[in-house]
């Protein structure tokens, strides 16, 4: 017959039960740390705090142009932008540089080709949607790049680009959405990559002797699949 158990026996096992059991009730009321909230970082914080800079060069021909016309550059970059800009008269290129409060990254590059789209030859209604819009890009070639042409052959190619009174370059834009620039030898196209694509073609078969009237039904007919895909 099994003798009973002693006092002494029972009591630590009592006390056990007790320090597990306020050893456990910390537990339930455990309540873990709220998750660190961090801010976003700007621009110039990205950067590693490092302002960055552009440098535009501007030819002599269009350093007039560019002065009267300044402050229609100067008040989107610095007030929208928010990209320093100046003009250095010694050297002159227009430089910018990045603020601490610039909003984007991108906003340099941008600035930087909307100056010199300006300085390419484009109005200032038209550069200044490379700021707003960003699938836009500036082209250039140059007709000896598509056929070798001299003397009075270049001329004449240079007139069937243009057209009577601007008629076929015009033509072209409106139905590419597009913007021309067609300084002596060399051309510059300003829109979205298909629509620069379309033009270049356009551009580049009025070069090599097309003549426009077959120009003209073959843009009909590109720029209105480009609008059903659209």
Partial sequence: MAEPASMTDAQPMAVNDDMQGAAAAPALDFVPPPKPQFGALSAHEMNGGKFEFRKVFVPSHRFTPLKEHWMEIYTPVFEQMKIDIRMNLKARKVELKTRRDTPDGGSLQKCADFVHAYILGFDIQDAIALLRL?????????????????????????????????????????????????????????????????????????????????????????????????
């Fill in 134 to 230: 960003d699938d836009l890009y500036v082209e250039s070639f140059e007709i000896k790049d598509v056929k070798t042409l001299k003397g009075e052959h270049l001329s004449r190619a240079i007139g069937r680009l243009s057209g009577k009174g601007g008629k076929t370059k015009f033509a072209i834009e409106n139905s590419t959405r597009t913007r021309i620039v067609i300084a002596d030898t060399r051309i510059h196209i300003l829109g979205s990559f298909a629509n620069i694509r379309v033009s270049r073609d356009a551009l580049c078969s009025l070069i090599l002797g097309s003549p426009a009237g077959k120009v003209y039904s073959k843009l009909r007919t590109v720029s209105s699949r480009l609008a059903e895909k659209f």
